[in-house]
């Protein structure tokens, strides 16, 4: 059975950090994308970003210079440190998983496994 556990959500003060990780298991992701979701309140899940099989990270406008997303040695796990958080990052973020190759790395068609999600929520 595969699993996505995120861990490292939290409260923080506008201008601070957080690193979110997530952990995954039951099979192999060598080849999949990894990468991050977030929904804020009355909004849709929108891309965040994500680390492919290969190593190439692809990040959302809102978070370029911000956050940075990398991927374990053992490619089944995947941080996101941001920093410079702003009120408008607050979320649930979500962990997500390919099962293979993906055309569209910023689509949640994409993604095959999710985790449960994570509360960030930064304070003004």
């Known amino acids: 059975q595969v699993q996505l556990v995120e861990s490292g959500g939290g409260l923080v003060q506008a201008g601070g950090s957080l690193r979110l990780s997530c952990a995954a298991s039951g099979r192999t992701f060598s080849t999949s994308t990894m990468g991050w979701f977030r929904q804020a309140p009355g909004k849709e899940r929108e891309f965040v970003a994500a680390?492919?099989?290969?190593?190439?990270?692809y990040y959302a406008e809102s978070v370029k210079g911000r956050f940075t997303s990398s991927r374990g040695n053992a490619k089944n796990t995947v941080t996101l440190q941001m920093n410079s958080l702003k009120p408008e990052d607050t979320a649930v973020y979500y962990c997500?998983?390919?099962?293979?190759?993906?055309?569209?790395?910023?689509?949640?068609?994409?993604?095959?496994?999710w985790g449960q999600g994570t509360q960030v929520t930064v304070s003004s």
């Open positions: 680390v492919s099989g290969t190593g190439g990270t």
């Open positions: 997500a998983a390919s099962a293979g190759l993906v055309s569209n790395i910023y689509t949640r068609t994409s993604y095959n496994y």
